[in-house]
């Protein structure tokens, strides 16, 4: 995950592989989502108890789910725009 938040400056690996470094729009993206990990984990599900089988399980409240959903809704939104300007872009760079 490291690699991911901090990737090299180079275009492309030397398989000519896409990366997170070749996507023009990585930095903007990363500052837009503040770093944060695009999902969480529905519930959290303790694995190691000090007595019997005992599982805890803790399921999101409804204000994390409302807010998973504009939050998802604001990042379409910045994701069409993104590639409507890639789009832009590109017309103006064909000769």
Known sequence: MGALKSPPTGVST??????????????????????MPSTTPPVLV???SGEGDA??????????????????????????FLQRQAELEEERRRP
Do not use: C, H
Request: aromatic share 6%.
């Open 46 to 48: 303790a694995s190691a």
């Open 14 to 35: 030397e398989g000519v592989e896409t990366t997170a470094a070749s996507w023009q729009w990585f930095a903007m993206m990363d500052e837009a989502i503040g770093g």
């Open 55 to 80: 599982v805890v399980v803790s399921p999101q409240s409804r204000r994390q789910e409302r807010a998973g959903s504009s939050r998802k809704r604001r990042n379409s939104d910045l994701l069409e």
